[in-house]
Nanobody, 120 residues
Framework: VQLQASGGGLVQAGGSLRLSCVAS????????MGWFRQAPGKEREFVAA????LYADSVKGRFTISRENAKNTVYLQMNSLKPEDTAVYYC??????????????????WGQGTQVTVSS
């Protein structure tokens, strides 16, 4: 499975970005996919997952995860961005869609990451 994330960039606080993640190779259901992020000096953290439409508390009401099955693509619409959203954003996929969709260790495949920088 190869995951290609794109859509990151530099945006002012209050702005929006939409990230995309395309899966290729041996693919699994887009329901098995999610988004994580990692800021400098911090651990990678959960952002959103397709299954259950789960969100981290820090992004609820501002971020929306969606998918387009025909294109094996998952999106992350990010609105009302804040400087603390600055991070490298990674899409991820797991072989089994079981419990623990918010846990880094439960994902088997990772994209290369796309940088999101929010200026104040």
């Amino acid at each position: 499975v190869q995951l290609q994330a794109s859509g990151g960039g530099l945006v002012q606080a209050g702005g929006s970005l939409r990230l995309s993640c395309v899966a290729s190779g041996r693919t699994f259901s887009t329901a098995n996919m999610g988004w994580f992020r990692q800021a400098p000096g911090k651990e990678r953290e959960f952002v959103a997952a397709v299954t259950g439409t789960l969100y981290a508390d820090s992004v609820k009401g501002r971020f929306t995860i969606s998918r387009e099955n025909a294109k094996n693509t998952v999106y992350l619409q990010m609105n009302s961005l804040k400087p603390e959203d600055t991070a490298v954003y990674y899409c991820a996929c797991r072989r089994m869609n079981l419990l623990g969709a918010t846990q880094v260790g439960n994902y088997d495949y990772w994209g290369q990451g796309t940088q999101v920088t929010v200026s104040s």
